[in-house]
């Protein structure tokens, strides 16, 4: 079956950086296009960041551009988010989601797949 689990979340100051990788199992990762979304307490589930299934279009939401950077190897099967300048607000469990279309969306509702999540927490 379709797997996603995500890994590289933590505890760190205002300020640092973090890096979260999603590896995908069970199908075809290559073909299909890659999302990270975020959710925090009492809040919905919001767009992060998505990529399309070469890599060749990626798209943020305007609270993390500049800041983080979506990435893929479909060689190694995993989607990677460089988060830097990180701050309290982006404090949230963070999820990766795959889509099984070549090109991404910013609505979670059109994602096929999740991972489980990991959180990341900025302390000010």
């Known amino acids: 079956q379709v797997q996603l689990v995500e890994s590289g979340g933590g505890l760190v100051q205002a300020g640092a950086s973090l890096r979260l990788s999603c590896v995908a199992s069970?199908?075809?990762?290559?073909?299909?296009?890659m999302g990270w979304f975020r959710q925090a307490p009492g809040k919905e589930r919001e767009f992060v960041a998505a990529i399309s299934w070469s890599g060749g279009s990626t798209s943020y939401a305007d609270s993390v551009k500049g800041r983080f950077t979506i990435s893929r190897d479909n060689a190694k099967n995993t989607v990677y988010m460089q988060m830097n300048s990180l701050k309290p607000e982006d404090t949230a469990v963070y999820y990766c989601?795959?889509?099984?279309?070549?090109?991404?969306?910013?609505?979670?509702?059109?994602?096929?797949?999740w991972g489980q999540g990991t959180q990341v927490t900025v302390s000010s």
């Open positions: 069970g199908l075809t990762f290559s073909s299909y296009a």
């Open positions: 989601a795959l889509r099984r279309r070549y090109y991404s969306s910013p609505r979670p509702y059109e994602y096929d797949y």
